[in-house]
């Protein structure tokens, strides 16, 4: 099946510091979701993506559908602890309706 | 937040017992998934169900059953618990099931099998 690649695997940042991560697919992907996990909890989506091309900002936090439509990148800018946590993209699998999650990326935050 | 409770919460058995897993949602979604995660894994999709009584596998199906006899309750049984199915277990609700849709997860289920 596809599969979805997320780098870094993890990053350790100083608080106020910007964040830069990004998923990759060898596929098509016509919908890219980034979700966040909290330590204890399930993941919660912070950004849908549509469109090529298209960029959505929620907050601190923008993301991009990539223009090959095979990569999505999340930026956080000015971090702060809340931001710790595991960030995940994922898709729906090709000609299905079932979403495949990249194996995400762990966000340390130090103050 | 999305009314899903998943129970129990942190769960520790012995190889070769049975366990079954709940979720239970008020949201009303016909949609509820089963997935595990491991570490290196990322989130794996088990099983899946789209209606009362319509189930279907995923991408990691094997030793795992599913049941749903009412909208609201989705369970994952391991016939047979083995140390690889030691794993956060969660479920996920969705309205349509389409794919760029989002889902509602729960809160996890830690489950040890020793």
């Known amino acids: 099946g596809q599969q979805l690649n997320q780098s870094p695997q993890s990053m350790f940042i100083q608080e106020g510091e910007d964040v830069s991560m990004n998923c990759t697919s060898s596929?098509?992907?016509?919908?890219w979701l980034w979700y966040k996990q909290e330590p204890g909890e399930g993941p919660v989506l912070l950004i849908a993506?549509?469109?090529?091309?298209e960029l959505t900002s929620n907050g601190r936090l923008t993301a991009q559908f990539g223009i090959t439509r095979k990569d999505s990148f999340l930026n956080i800018s000015a971090s702060i602890p809340s931001d710790v946590g595991i960030y995940f993209c994922?898709?729906?699998?090709?000609?299905?309706?079932?979403?495949?999650f990249g194996k995400g990326t762990k966000l340390t935050v130090n103050p | 937040d999305a009314g899903i409770t998943q129970s129990p919460r942190h769960k520790v058995t012995e190889t070769g017992t049975p366990v079954t897993l709940r979720c239970h949602q008020t949201e009303n979604h016909r949609y509820m998934y089963w997935y595990r995660q491991d570490p290196g894994h990322g989130l794996r999709l088990i099983h899946y169900?789209?209606?009362?009584?319509?189930?279907d596998k995923g991408e990691v199906s094997d030793g795992y059953s599913v049941s749903r006899s009412k909208t609201e309750d989705f369970l994952l049984t391991l016939e047979s618990a083995t140390s690889s199915q030691t794993s956060v277990y969660f479920c996920?609700?969705?309205?349509?099931?389409?794919?760029?849709?989002?889902?509602?997860f729960g809160s996890g289920t830690q489950l040890s099998v020793l």
């Open positions: 169900s789209y209606g009362v009584k319509d189930t």
């Open positions: 996920a609700i969705s309205a349509r099931g389409r794919g760029d849709e989002k889902l509602f």
């Open positions: 994922a898709g729906p699998q090709g000609g299905s309706e079932k979403l495949v």
């Open positions: 993506l549509y469109k090529a091309g």
């Open positions: 596929s098509i992907f016509n919908t």
